[in-house]
């Protein structure tokens, strides 16, 4: 399979390409010219691998939540790539694609979601959650706390212990995360981002499961329908 994903829910332009079972990346701080800069760095990671978009077989980009501009770029950029071929596409948690960037057995994702709130779900690989004991890193990444909106002080607790706190959330939150977890959070790694890497690597099994859908129907995962907070709120 040659599988194309891209993630820009954070200001990192993320893109990967998954071709056979090599891997090629590219990330970069872009800011608010990700729009500008993704079709082209698109085809030169293709060049890289000695691709165009003719050969892909799948697209997946990282559907949120996140950065709402960028969500949007995302999802349309892989709605136009998709449509003009006739190929699957999938969307993959951003909060997954940070857990699927580090090598670590239970991993609490959070990202900063402005207005006094995060973003935060929680994976684990295999049965991870009711061992203490190592895990194989190769294990399936699972769900164990769904993506949600919180305060950092409010965030719902995974099971046991030995979580990795992991995502820039925890970088803007640093202290209240730390807090509302306790000792159930070993380590905190705030500079982990969410990768395009990680979304191709979660995806793939997918689209062998044959759960890629029509272009038409891919949509991002906002998780809240406003941007800022009213006067008054203020």
């Known amino acids: 399979m040659n599988l194309l994903a891209i993630e820009t829910a954070t200001d990192v332009l993320s893109i990967a390409v998954l071709a056979g079972d090599r891997m090629l990346e590219h990330s970069s701080p872009a800011g608010q010219r990700q729009a500008e800069l993704v079709l082209a760095e698109i085809d030169r990671l ?7 978009v003719r050969d892909l077989d799948a697209v997946a980009f990282g559907a949120g939540p996140g950065s709402f501009t960028g969500l949007r770029i ?3 950029v892989v709605q136009g790539i998709a449509a003009a071929r006739a190929l699957p596409v999938l969307g ?10 580090v090598e670590a057995p239970r991993v609490v994702a959070c990202l900063d979601a402005r207005m006094g709130e995060v973003y935060h779900a929680a994976f684990a690989r295999g049965d991870s ?19 949600g909106l919180y305060r950092p ?3 719902p607790l995974p099971p046991g212990s030995g979580w ?11 202290a209240a995360l730390a807090k509302r977890h ?22 793939r099994p997918r689209f062998d499961a044959g759960e890629g859908i029509d272009p038409a129907r891919a949509a991002p995962l906002y998780l809240r329908d406003r941007v800022a907070l009213k006067v008054g709120e203020r």
Do not use: K, W, Y
């Open 164 to 174: 990795i706190g992991c995502g820039p959330g925890f970088g803007a939150h640093g």
């Open 46 to 52: 293709l060049a890289r691998a000695g691709l165009t």
């Open 182 to 203: 306790g000792p159930a959070l070993g380590a905190v790694r705030p500079e982990v981002m969410p990768s395009a890497a990680a979304v191709a690597r979660l995806a």
């Open 153 to 155: 002080d409010a965030v």
């Open 92 to 101: 993959v948690s951003t909060l997954a694609a940070i857990a699927g960037a």
């Open 74 to 76: 995302a999802c349309g």
């Open 129 to 147: 959650v009711a061992s203490a004991g190592p895990v194989p890193q190769r294990l399936e990444l699972h769900q164990v706390i769904p993506p």
